[in-house]
Every structure is written in structure tokens, then in C-alpha cells.
């Protein structure tokens, strides 16, 4: 598993998680899942196949830099092949 952030040439900041597989002893990106622009990343836990990502996003009230409403992200491991089985609340 990794996480990163990915910055198109805009003021965004896409957030995501990837599983990454080993293949002929190489690396191999299976899959990306996106949170959202400038999720704040809290942890990550994994529970049997479940990963969970302890996460704050925007509220309507929030500023862009500024996420306050806790959320968990529910995300199930098959193989490295991720599916993501919650989708964010939209803003508040």
C-alpha cells in the first residue's frame, strides 16, 4: 500500500491510496482509489482485508488548506485489487 498526493498544475491537491504488487520481483501499481482534493490523512489501519483511513474533509464552512470533519474511508483488499465501499459525505 502507499499513499500520495498528486498536484496537476493547479492549486489542488488530489490524495490518494495505491496497492503495489510485486511482479517478476518489480514493482507493480494495481490500482489507485482518490479521496478528494486536499484530504488530510490522518492513519491507516488494516483489519483482515479491510483498510481503513482515518481522514478529515471539508465541511462547507471550510477553507480549502483547512478539512475539520473526521471521516473514515472503508476500503476492501481483494488481491490488491481495492474497492472502496464508503464514498465521502458531501460538504456540510
Request: hydrophobic share 35%; with cysteine.
Amino acid at each position: 500500500m502507499l499513499t500520495g498526493y498528486e498536484n496537476t498544475g493547479g492549486s489542488g491537491c488530489w490524495v490518494f491510496l495505491g496497492s503495489v504488487l510485486n511482479k517478476n520481483n518489480l514493482p507493480y501499481l494495481k490500482r489507485l482509489i482518490y479521496f478528494g482534493d486536499r484530504v488530510a490523512i490522518d492513519s491507516v489501519k488494516i483489519e483482515n482485508d479491510t483498510i481503513k483511513v482515518y481522514s478529515l474533509v471539508h465541511r462547507e464552512e471550510d477553507g480549502l488548506c483547512c478539512p475539520s470533519l473526521p471521516f473514515v474511508f472503508l476500503i476492501k483488499n481483494e488481491s490488491g485489487d481495492l474497492i472502496q465501499l464508503n464514498d465521502k459525505p458531501k460538504a456540510q
